[in-house]
């Protein structure tokens, strides 16, 4: 049982779109992910994602309408809603929960795809 300082936990990694493994519970995991620019369009069969923003502002798209999550705040996708995530201005700093099953880039493989996120 170790405490994770989000600050220090984020500057141990600079790359965008790669999530880190931050923790376990039960069979979900805490994520540590930089975004920056837009990713991919993508859904999740099965897993359900919260994104909370503790950096910058997040947009995420739908096909229907955009919801700008600004810092201290979260948004949770249901699976099955095809979305697409966007850092607004420089970078956004997001903590992930999700089920250890979920791949970043959900329904799609591609050279975004992270098959087994590393750890912090």
Not at 3 to 13: D, G, V
Not at 33 to 39: D, Q
Request: charged share 20%.
């Amino acid at each position: 049982m170790e405490k994770i300082n989000l600050t220090q936990a984020f500057a141990t990694f600079s790359d965008y779109w790669s999530p880190r493994v931050a923790g376990d519970i039960n069979t979900s995991q805490i994520k540590l992910a930089k975004f920056k620019g837009m990713f991919d369009w993508h859904h999740h069969e099965h897993e359900d994602e919260l994104f909370l923003v503790v950096s910058g502002t997040l947009r995420m798209h739908f096909r229907d309408r955009a919801i700008d999550v600004a810092v201290g705040e979260f948004l949770i996708v249901p699976h099955g809603v095809e979305h697409c995530p966007e850092a607004l201005g420089d970078e956004c700093h997001v903590v992930l929960l999700e089920p250890n099953t979920t791949l970043n880039t959900g329904n799609v493989i591609n050279d975004r795809t992270v098959q087994a996120p590393s750890p912090l």
